[in-house]
């Protein structure tokens, strides 16, 4: 499983997050791509993963351009523009800390705007966590620091008010 997996990463790992967007960052579709892929390979599915990936990558757009480091996380938070030094970020990170370290620091951090990027940023860091559940990789940690920053760069919390019983959705969506 694991070197299909990795093999599978990097083969991705070229592509960005999203797909059919502007250069305004109105969101396109999600790569499903990494998270399929190991959907696939773990249980097995009678579906060759090659020939899938071949099809599905000819939709896919390049990786965004790096742009500025990261130097103030907090002020780069929710920067679409900054997808690409947000995984430099987070892959930096991963190179210096234990990648179970790193997620328990940025879990928190991010948890609030999970639901930007429609959750693929958490989802997708969930499937890479189950990856390197099964042992760490160089493939494993780029997929982790890919999610992460995937949801760091689309980061938008939900607003809260705070005294209300029940927040209304159709304000909070807005």
């Known amino acids: 499983m694991t070197t299909a997996i990795h093999e599978a990463y990097d083969r991705v790992h070229r592509y960005g997050p999203e797909y059919g967007g502007d250069e305004e960052g109105n969101h396109g579709m ?17 579906v060759d993963l090659d020939r ?8 896919l757009a390049d990786r965004p351009p790096a742009g500025d480091r990261i130097d103030d996380w907090r002020t780069a938070l929710g920067d679409h523009r900054r997808l690409q030094a947000w995984s430099d970020f987070f892959a930096r990170a991963l190179r210096e800390q234990r990648w179970t370290d790193v997620l328990a620091d940025w879990w928190p951090r991010l948890l609030p705007g999970m639901v930007a990027g429609s959750t693929h940023g958490v989802i997708r860091v969930g499937h890479a966590v189950r990856t390197l559940r099964t042992g760490d990789s160089v493939a494993a940690l780029d997929e982790l620091a890919n999610g992460l920053a995937f ?20 304000p909070a969506l807005d």
Do not use: C, S
């Not at 919390?157 to 927040?167: F, I, K, L």
């Open 151 to 170: 949801w760091a760069a689309r980061y938008r919390p939900v607003p809260v008010n705070r005294r209300a019983a029940a927040v209304d959705a159709r």
């Open 52 to 59: 899938w990936l071949d099809r599905y990558v000819r939709r």
């Open 30 to 46: 999600t790569n499903h791509a990494p998270m399929a892929a190991e959907v696939i390979i773990r249980r097995g599915l009678d």
